[in-house]
């Protein structure tokens, strides 16, 4: 059983930065695809950023250029570094793992979330 513990969230000004953190357990870390959602109120969650087994990263519009995915697999943890924060930014945010074995069925993981606020 794969357990996502996520850390780095607070409330912080439009144009600060902040780094999100997401610690997994378990031994195919660096078998998984990690990934970052976040979620406001009266919407769907939505992907932020994605990042492959071997490094390979993609972003949502709304965010490129300002966000940054990592992971180090020695540390069994992913990142993402947000700069010039903006209000729209405001949710909470999700870490999220998938993977898929051989002769095994995929796999999928959640962590819990955590609030992140950008406000005067």
């Known amino acids: 059983q794969v357990q996502l513990v996520e850390s780095g969230g607070g409330l912080v000004q439009p144009g600060g930065s902040l780094r999100l953190a997401c610690t997994a357990s378990?031994?195919?870390?660096?078998?998984?695809?990690m990934n970052w959602y976040r979620q406001t109120p009266g919407k769907q969650r939505q992907l932020v950023a994605a990042i492959t087994s071997g490094g390979s990263a993609n972003y949502a519009d709304s965010v490129k250029g300002r966000f940054t995915i990592s992971r180090d697999n020695a540390k069994n943890t992913a990142y993402l570094q947000m700069n010039s924060l903006k209000p729209e930014d405001t949710a909470v945010y999700y870490c999220?793992?998938?993977?898929?074995?051989?002769?095994?069925?995929?796999?999928?993981?959640w962590g819990q979330g955590t609030q992140v606020t950008i406000s005067s």
């Open positions: 999220n793992s998938r993977y898929h074995l051989p002769f095994d069925k995929p796999r999928e993981s």
């Open positions: 378990g031994s195919n870390f660096a078998l998984a695809a």
